[in-house]
């Protein structure tokens, strides 16, 4: 079965930096669209850096110019090099990857940022 696994978060200042991994099972990043998102209490899942599998990127407004989303498909991982964050940045992450019409995703790992 299709599994997701992210590693990297944690606890970090105002202006550090972080990368989150994810390595995937049974799908391939690289020929299907991915990206990462993020979540905080009460509010909705949103997106946060987005790859197709021709390897256009996008990017959420507030974090354009700080993170950079990478795949790396001999590895079959996808990363989130964060920098320069912020306390707003402070949220559980998730790894997801869609094929055809269906997202898979990770477990979330949390990002804390403090100020």
């Known amino acids: 079965q299709v599994q997701l696994v992210e590693s990297g978060g944690g606890l970090v200042q105002a202006g550090g930096s972080l990368r989150l991994s994810?390595?995937?099972?049974?799908?391939?990043?690289?020929?299907?669209?991915?990206?990462?998102?993020?979540?905080?209490?009460?509010?909705?899942?949103e997106p946060v850096a987005t790859i197709t599998r021709s390897g256009r990127t996008s990017y959420e407004e507030s974090v354009k110019g700080r993170f950079t989303v990478s795949r790396d498909d001999a590895q079959n991982?996808?990363?989130?090099?964060?920098?320069?964050?912020?306390?707003?940045?402070?949220?559980?992450?998730?790894?997801?990857?869609?094929?055809?019409?269906?997202?898979?995703?990770?477990?979330?790992?949390?990002?804390?940022?403090?100020?």
């Open 22 to 45: 994810c390595a995937a099972s049974m799908i391939t990043f690289g020929i299907n669209n991915a990206g990462w998102y993020r979540q905080t209490p009460g509010k909705q899942r």
């Open 77 to 115: 991982t996808l990363s989130l090099q964060m920098n320069s964050l912020k306390p707003e940045d402070t949220a559980v992450y998730y790894c997801n990857i869609r094929r055809n019409t269906i997202n898979y995703w990770g477990q979330g790992t949390q990002v804390t940022v403090s100020s």
